[in-house]
Nanobody, 122 residues
């Protein structure tokens, strides 16, 4: 059972990236999925989440309108489309899976991917 995140990289401010998180060995469609990020010297913070059905999405206010989370259950994959990137978005981005609890809390998630680094240059 694992999650694998990829798609990070170096991008200039104002640019875009799409992160992907592929799940294996788990009934993907039964899990809520979230993205978190952790910048150097900072705590891990919530970015976005999507419900099992995909009908509900959740974002940090500062990322609304710039980031979009989506899922493709046929591919067991969740995506994070990031537009208008800023240097302060630089961080390691993690995907995670949950069965119940608050989408906004790291404690609700019981399975984590290894993280993918996003670097936004000014």
């Amino acid at each position: 059972v694992q999650l694998q995140a990829f798609g990070g990289g170096l991008v200039q401010a104002g640019g875009s990236l799409r992160l992907s998180c592929a799940a294996s060995g788990r009934t993907f469609s039964s899990s809520g999925m979230g993205w978190f990020r952790q910048a150097p010297g900072k705590e891990r913070e919530f970015v976005a989440a999507i419900s099992r059905s995909g009908r509900s999405t959740y974002y940090v206010d500062s990322m609304k309108g710039r980031f979009t989370i989506s899922r493709d259950d046929a591919k067991n994959t969740v995506y994070l489309q990031m537009n208008s990137l800023k240097p302060e978005d630089t961080a390691v981005y993690y995907c995670a899976a949950m069965d119940s609890g608050s989408y906004y809390s790291t404690q609700s998630y019981d399975l984590w991917g290894q993280g993918t680094l996003v670097t936004v240059s000014s």
